[in-house]
Nanobody, 115 residues
Framework: QVQLAESGGGLVQPGESLRLSCTAS????????MGWHRQAPGKPRETLAV???????RIEDIVKGRFTISKDNVKDTVYLQMNSLKPEDTAVYYC?????????WGQGTQVTVSS
């Protein structure tokens, strides 16, 4: 089993930044993919960014230029740096990890962008 612990959500004003963290623990391997989705009320879940253990990254167009994904191998942690936040970024953000053929999800962290 793999456990994912997310942190970093909160309430910010438009134009501000937040950094989300997702730390993996348990039966983790050295070959994996980790990333972030989000889901706003009444909307489908959206993929935002993915990063692999081979350092390949993909940022989806909906957040490209504002969001970046990075990792700390020592801490088994993936980060989502979110800049120039907009009210439409308000959602629950979920971390995921694909490891040994299974996908695991974090509990979600709320991000609210409002003036």
């Amino acid at each position: 089993q793999v456990q994912l612990a997310e942190s970093g959500g909160g309430l910010v004003q438009p134009g501000e930044s937040l950094r989300l963290s997702c730390t993996a623990s348990g039966s983790i391997s050295k070959a994996y993919a980790m990333g972030w989705h989000r889901q706003a009320p009444g909307k489908p879940r959206e993929t935002l960014a993915v990063l692999t253990s081979a350092n390949a990254t993909r940022i989806e167009d909906i957040v490209k230029g504002r969001f970046t994904i990075s990792k700390d191998n020592v801490k088994d942690t993936v980060y989502l740096q979110m800049n120039s936040l907009k009210p439409e970024d308000t959602a629950v953000y979920y971390c995921f990890r694909s490891d040994r053929g299974r996908t695991y999800w974090g509990q979600g962290t709320q991000v609210t962008v409002s003036s």
